[in-house]
């Protein structure tokens, strides 16, 4: 899926009221794969959101959008600087709407 057509569902689906998805796979160092399926809802406090993300603290920014449950099976995770760049891109791009699906 491209990321004009992905843009274009994401509009559809919060136009008719459907919450967004975000999924991503992390594969550990032993070759397992996780798979992280967010739902980014249509309302959320983006003015909260945005407050802490300015302020550097973006688990609480990612909190604030999915709830601190949803963000447990991240926390083991081992990730490297390419990885972790690609992912916070994937996320902002799926809560803004432009991105992954």
Do not use: C, Y
Not at 8 to 27: I, P, V
Not at 49 to 67: S, T
Not at 78 to 100: Q, V
Request: charged share 30%; glycine share 10%; hydrophobic share 40%.
């Amino acid at each position: 899926m491209t990321v004009d057509t992905t843009a274009a569902q994401a509009a559809h689906d919060e136009a008719k009221g459907k919450s967004r998805a975000f999924t991503w796979t992390h594969t550990d160092d032993d070759g397992q794969d996780h798979v992280l399926e967010l739902a980014i809802p249509r309302k959320f406090k983006r003015f909260k959101f945005a407050r802490r993300a300015g302020a550097g603290d973006f688990v609480g920014a990612l909190e604030v959008v999915f709830g601190l449950r949803a963000l447990e099976p991240m926390e083991e995770w081992e990730m490297d600087a390419e990885e972790w760049e690609r992912f916070m891109t994937a996320l902002g791009e799926a809560i803004g709407g432009t991105g992954n699906s």
